[in-house]
């Protein structure tokens, strides 16, 4: 190899390597990993900031609840959506961010948001391309960066933020227990991991471990519906974020909120209730149906208005 070749390689791999570090240098950004490289798309569906259905007079006083709920296109997205939803309703003083993994806005969403009357806000927010090519796909990740920026923009600083996913099952109680949240609050999950369960461990009322199935060397090791936020603490927190690492989303988000774990609030009589469920629907195939016999009746509009729920092809 001559000396011109040799300088020409010596280029391509310092050159190489410095792209390598740089690119690392920007994925951990102040420190965080999972950050995304490239600004993520977030659209603003549709919203209404009053409640439609008459449940009485509620007490204007009383902490909002901000809950967050993720979801993407799938047979079983209307149906969980619609369970979840009619629960709510039976909530005061609530607002339910609903964002899709899409780069559109889902009309039966829409449709059942305004149905429902409760105060909302839609928004859609796909995830960025990079991370569905991974082994472990981060879902929601990019529905709930988008909802953490729209209370930090928007939500009351009495405010409560909590996640709640689509596959959950939550007693109404819970929402009671949360509303005086401070700072970060927490309580036990239901039909979870190896344990059927994932909770804090409390002794003389502090915080002082956790109880889960999968500690995965997280500081944190808690589900995404088992804890919520005060959305003034969160707002003088310099830099909150959840990262794009698949099992480490609720750890990522506690641990940029600057929390102690002594410092939790302890709800749920001292982490002995369960209030909340990890459920899960059973997951059914996207199927593309046969009805040539049934041009002429129901049949053809009940598929038609089962297409538009997004249940078959």
Not at 10 to 38: K, N, R
Not at 149 to 158: E, I, L, P, S
Request: glycine fraction near 8%; aromatic fraction near 8%; charged fraction near 20%.
């Amino acid at each position: 190899m001559s000396r011109r070749q040799r300088i020409v390689m010596t280029v391509i791999i310092l050159g190489s390597f410095v792209y390598v570090i740089l690119t690392q240098a920007v994925h951990m950004l102040d420190g965080l990993p999972g950050e995304p490289v490239h600004p993520e798309v977030r659209k603003f569906c549709s919203a209404m900031n009053k409640q439609k259905v008459n449940r009485g007079a509620e007490n204007e006083s009383s902490p909002i609840i901000y809950v967050v709920t993720p979801t993407y296109k799938r047979p079983e997205m209307v149906a969980e959506l619609t369970r979840l939803g009619q629960t709510l309703s039976m909530v005061q003083n609530i607002h339910w961010i609903v964002a899709e993994d899409s780069a559109t806005c889902s009309r039966p969403i829409t449709g059942l948001l305004q149905r429902l009357g409760l105060p909302y806000t839609h928004l859609a927010t796909p995830m960025p391309d990079v991370y569905r090519k991974e082994r472990y796909v981060p879902r929601g990740v990019s529905n709930r960066r988008a909802a953490l920026q729209w209370v930090r923009d928007y939500g009351k600083n009495t405010g409560v933020l909590f996640f709640l996913d689509d596959d959950n099952a939550i007693d109404i109680r819970l929402f009671e227990e949360m509303r005086s949240t401070e700072t970060v609050s927490m309580w036990p999950v239901g039909l979870i991991g190896e344990y059927t369960v994932s909770s804090p461990v409390v002794k003389n009322g502090k915080v002082v471990g956790f109880y889960d199935g999968w500690p995965a060397g997280r500081k944190f090791q808690v589900d995404m519906a088992g804890f919520a936020v005060g959305v003034g603490y969160m707002k003088k927190q310099k830099k909150v974020t959840m990262p794009y690492i698949a099992g480490h989303e609720e750890d990522g988000f506690l641990k940029s909120l600057n929390i102690n774990i002594n410092e939790i609030e302890v709800k749920a009589n001292g982490c002995t209730d369960i209030l909340v469920w990890h459920t899960r629907t059973a997951k059914n195939p996207l199927r593309n149906l046969n009805i040539e016999s049934h041009q002429n009746d129901n049949i053809k509009v009940l598929t038609d208005n089962m297409k538009q729920l997004g249940m078959i092809k």
